[in-house]
């Protein structure tokens, strides 16, 4: 049973913004305090249905403070916070990715609602996000001499996902955590 919570956003989406926080630091330095600054002063509290992205606090990347709904919320803003601080063929290829974790993957995933069709695009995202990941890591790693794992098995299980929700429904149909009688 998939479990979006821990193996996304608390597992790829928190490597993912790790390695672009550590990439910012060894390149442009200056930039992690905007990256924070933007955080901070982005329009929260967004509502969506009986979902809000909450306000985010000063030091934003403080980890003991984090919970995996901040995380959610942190992915859900981090395209115009992330926007223009990396140079411009590196920012394109952060936007890439940051666009297919979005809008190709996560955003289907966590539909509550899916059709024939959402379910088709849920299964061509992987690709695309794939896709994405490769020119993150050819754009940005080597010219900053850092490496980014493509070789995690939990980015190979993005795929299994549209047969788990055609078998046990969507992810707020049922909990993965242990239940005591």
Request: hydrophobic share 45%; glycine share 4%.
């Amino acid at each position: 049973v998939v479990d979006i919570m821990h193996e996304f956003e608390i597992g790829e989406w928190l490597g993912i913004l790790r390695h672009l926080i550590e990439i910012l630091r060894s390149y442009r330095p200056h930039m992690v305090c905007e990256m924070d600054r933007r955080y901070v002063v982005s329009p929260c509290a967004y509502v969506f249905g009986d979902y809000t992205i909450r306000k985010f606090r000063t030091d934003v990347f403080e980890p003991k403070r984090l919970a995996g709904r901040d995380y959610e919320d942190l992915l859900q803003v981090a395209l115009p916070v992330f926007e223009g601080l990396f140079p411009t063929r590196r920012d394109d290829a952060v936007a890439n990715l940051l666009f297919a974790l979005l809008v190709d993957w996560h955003s289907l995933a966590k539909l509550r609602l899916h059709t024939t069709t959402t379910l088709d695009y849920l299964s061509a995202a992987p690709l695309i996000l794939g896709e994405a990941f490769r020119q993150f890591a050819d754009m940005t790693c080597p010219a900053l001499q850092h490496q980014f794992m493509l070789r995690r098995p939990r980015l190979h299980f993005f795929g299994s996902y549209v047969e788990n929700i055609k078998r046990y429904g969507t992810f707020d149909s049922y909990t993965s955590g242990i239940v005591s009688v």
